[in-house]
Each structure stands twice: as structure tokens, then as C-alpha cells.
């Protein structure tokens, strides 16, 4: 019905002309009729696209690795394969810090076309002193099936709870950091797990926003099936966020953050990266030390919360 609703709007001008189609010339009547027609098959071919190749446009599985053989300067690194919840195979890499004891722990959500190994290079400055765990979405990398939202969410959950399982990590200090496409798992992680902190890279409301403004003449949430609404899932975060945004983003537009910050209840740092754009942002050094500053600040707090704690409870006795 909607679709019909749709048509009708966009083709209301036409209707309107009808009591004067009547006095006018057989030609210019086939030339009105012909000019409907083509702008109805447009139309219906837009939509056919997006419906088709939606999949594509969300989503740019990359194989390839960035970084071919990745190892980082602070960290033991091993790659690993874990197991989705519907037996997908999905690989990545564990970076643990030197040292015994248990560490607090990051997980990384890369964006839409981004394959992960460079973070394993780069950890040893993004996450100094941390247990980091960072796997390719399905389909990216040497990870098998194929990326959809639902299946990214599940993954996300697994690779929690999986991690807040392990002997060497504190499972009360995971951070969850996201990027672009990425910060939209990030999101909704956050808001279904015991997250420590939440650090997002060019966060959007949802991709269904960015798709509405991009395609407006057509009915895109009849149509899209992947949508990261993350703008409905920041109210349930609890833990403190840090949002980046580049300095020129063509990509995800200010005004898309805008409307995902307005809605955080617990946001503690929003920052333009200076020099920045969409695709640099996470590369750069200033960003990497932002990250790491902000992490270190609130796994420090966290660790410290029960000795001050119990200093106070030493004093009043």
C-alpha cells in the first residue's frame, strides 16, 4: 500500500493536468504520457536496485589483508578462529599484554570496508596494556559466510562473552570500540552487555537515516533490511562514551552524530580529530591517543573504585 501511496505522490502533478489533457494535441498528450512513463520505470528501477543490492551497498567485504603478516610492538600476538553461534567460522587476532595477571580488555568493530589486521599492527599505541580482540566481520578477511546486521550483533555477543571468559582478562573492564559501520555493533553491544566504556569512531544515528537522505524520493525503509538504527539503542548505554568525529566526513555528515549524541545519556567526550576525514580518522596517531587515553583513564578509575572504597570504610571504623 505503501508503495502505491508513493507512486501517487510523485506522479500527483500529472493527475492534476487531466481536465486540460482533453484541449490539448494528440502529440503533446503522447509526449506527457510517454515522459510519465519513463520517469515511472526510473522509479521502479531505483527501487529494484536498492532492494537487490542492498547487501552491497551496506556492506564491502574486503579479503585482502591490510597488514599481511600483523604483529604488535606491546603485545603477544596469535591469530585465532572462533566459532559464530550458528557454527560460522571467524578469524582474527588475540593481542595480549606482557605480563601475568588479568588485563582489561577492547573489542574492535571495524567499518564497512575496512579489513582489521592493521589494528593488531597499531595496538601497542591505540590500546597500550590491553587485552585486544579483533576479528573480521563474516565474509571479510579469512572469515567465512556473509555479513548482515543480525548476524553481526550475534557475533558481537559471542566474541563478549567469549572474551569475558578468558583466564587473563578482567571481565568487568571490556571496552567495546566502534568505527563507522562498526560503531553501530559498538552501539548495540553496549546496550545488551556489561560494557566498561564505549569509543566511537564517525558514529551515525542509523544507516537508515543516511539512507533516507541519499535516496529521499523513494520508500528506503520498506526497502532496507540492514539498518543499525544505533539512535535507539543509546539510551540503554550505561557506560561512559567517547565519540570522534573527523574533520570533513562526506560520508557520515555531523548532523547524523548529532542526532546519535543527543540521545547518550552517559557521553563523556565528543571531539573533532583534527586533519581528519572518514577514511584517515582511525589511522592517525592523534586519534589512536585519544582512544588510549580514554581507556587507560576509565580502566584506571574502575581498578581504583574498590581501594577507595575500602580507605573509606577503613576510616570510619
Known sequence: MAFITTEICLFQPFSLLSPALGTMEPKTKLMLSGFAGLAGTVWIGLMATIASRQQQLVF?????????????SGHRTRPVVLRSTDGTRLSGWLLSPVGLGRHPAVIYFGGRSEEVSWVARDAGTMFPGMTVLVMNYRGYGDSHGVPGERQMIEDGQMLFDWLAAHQQVDAARIAVVGRSLGSGVAVQLAAHRPVAALALITPYDS???????????LPVSLLLKHRFESVKYAEK????????????????????????????ATLAQDEIVPDSDHYNIPYLPETQKRIAAFLR???????AAPVLAASACVAQA
Open 237 to 264: 548505554v550505561a557506560a561512559p562514551v567517547l565519540v570522534l568525529r573527523a574533520q570533513t566526513d562526506d560520508v557520515v555528515p555531523h548532523l547524523h552524530t548529532d542526532q546519535l549524541v543527543s540521545k547518550l
Open 60 to 72: 564491502n567485504p574486503i579479503r585482502v589483508k591490510e597488514v599481511d603478516r600483523p604483529r604488535s
Open 207 to 217: 544507516i537508515l537515516a543516511i539512507a533516507k537522505r541519499h535516496f529521499k524520493p
Open 297 to 303: 583513564s576509565r580502566f584506571f578509575q574502575m581498578a
